[in-house]
C-alpha cells in the first residue's frame, strides 16, 4: 500500500511544484510589463506608495498622453538626424512631458539647453517638468532664469553670422551676398506666468504680484496676466486691485469674466 502511494505523493509534488513556477513566471511578467497593476491597488491600501508615486503622470489625461506618445518616435529620428539641434531636443521634450515620462522629458530639455542656453523657453519647459514632480523649488529656479533670459537677444545657433568670421561676414554683406540681419529679442509670457501660477498655487500671493506686475510691464495687451492678478490680490486680501486687475482682464476679453 505504502508503495502505490509514494509515487502518488511525488506526482503531486511534482504538479503543485508546477503551479507555483508558472504562479510566479506570470508575477514576474506583471512586475516587468505592467508594475501599475501592482503597485496601483497597493497604494490604495497606503502600501507601495513610493513605488506607486514613481509611476504618477497625474498632469496629463489619456488623451493627452496618447497624443505625446504617438509624437515621440518622428521627433526621436529628428534628434538622430540633427543632434545638434536645440529645437529638435525641445521638441521631444514637450512630446515626452506629454506622455507621462518627465524623467525623459527633463533630459532632452536638459540637452536643449546645452546646445542652446539662452532660450528662456528651455527653462520654462524644464521648469513644468519640476512642478509635474512636485519639486517646486527647483520650477521656480528655472522659471526665474527664464525671466532673466527674457529680453536678450535672439541667436540662432549654427547660423551663417556664428559660423563665419567678422571679416568674412563683412566681404559677404559689401558683396550683397548676405543680408544684414535685424537683431531681435525674446518676448516671452510664459516665464511670468508659470512663476506666478506656481507662487499662487504655494500661496504665495504677494510674490506672485510682483511677478506679474513685471510681466504686464513687458506686456501690457496679454489678458492673462489680469487674470492672474486679479486672483493674486484676492488672495493677498486687497479687493480694491483685485476688482481694478478684474476690469483691465474684461476690456482685453470682453466675453470672459474673472472666477469670484
Avoid: C
Avoid at 559689401?174 to 516665464?191: D, I, R
Wanted: proline letters at 6%; a negative charge; aromatic letters at 10%.
Amino acid at each position: 500500500m505504502d508503495n502505490i502511494k509514494e509515487p502518488i505523493k511525488r506526482k503531486k509534488f511534482i504538479i503543485l511544484a508546477v503551479v507555483l513556477l508558472v504562479l510566479a513566471g506570470g508575477l514576474l511578467l506583471i512586475f516587468v510589463y505592467h508594475p501599475d497593476w501592482i503597485f496601483s491597488p497597493l497604494a490604495n491600501l497606503g502600501i507601495g506608495n513610493q513605488a506607486a508615486e514613481k509611476n504618477k503622470t497625474a498632469y496629463v489625461d489619456e488623451a493627452t498622453k496618447k497624443i505625446g506618445e504617438s509624437q515621440i518616435p518622428k521627433l526621436d529620428e529628428k534628434t538622430v538626424a540633427e543632434p545638434n539641434n536645440p529645437d529638435a531636443w525641445r521638441d521631444l521634450g514637450r512630446a515626452e512631458y506629454l506622455s507621462g515620462d518627465p524623467e525623459a522629458a527633463a533630459i532632452s530639455f536638459n540637452k536643449a539647453i546645452a546646445l542652446n542656453d539662452g532660450d528662456p523657453q528651455f527653462y520654462v519647459d524644464l521648469g513644468r517638468v519640476y512642478e509635474a514632480e512636485g519639486d517646486l523649488a527647483k520650477a521656480e529656479e528655472y522659471y526665474k532664469k527664464a525671466i532673466e533670459l527674457n529680453g536678450t537677444e535672439i541667436k540662432t545657433v549654427n547660423s551663417p553670422s556664428e559660423t563665419l568670421t567678422a571679416e568674412q561676414l563683412a566681404i559677404l554683406e559689401k558683396a550683397g551676398n548676405l543680408e544684414p540681419k535685424p537683431k531681435s529679442y525674446y518676448n516671452l509670457v510664459t516665464p511670468y506666468t508659470a512663476l506666478g501660477s506656481l507662487y499662487l498655487m504655494s500661496d504665495k500671493p504677494n510674490e506672485a504680484i510682483k511677478v506679474l506686475e513685471s510681466g504686464i510691464a513687458m506686456n501690457p495687451k496679454y489678458s492673462d496676466f489680469y487674470q492672474l492678478l486679479s486672483e493674486a490680490y484676492k488672495k493677498s486680501g486687497n479687493k480694491t486691485k483685485a476688482a481694478e486687475a478684474e476690469e483691465n482682464f474684461k476690456a482685453l476679453v470682453p466675453s470672459f469674466s474673472v472666477t469670484p
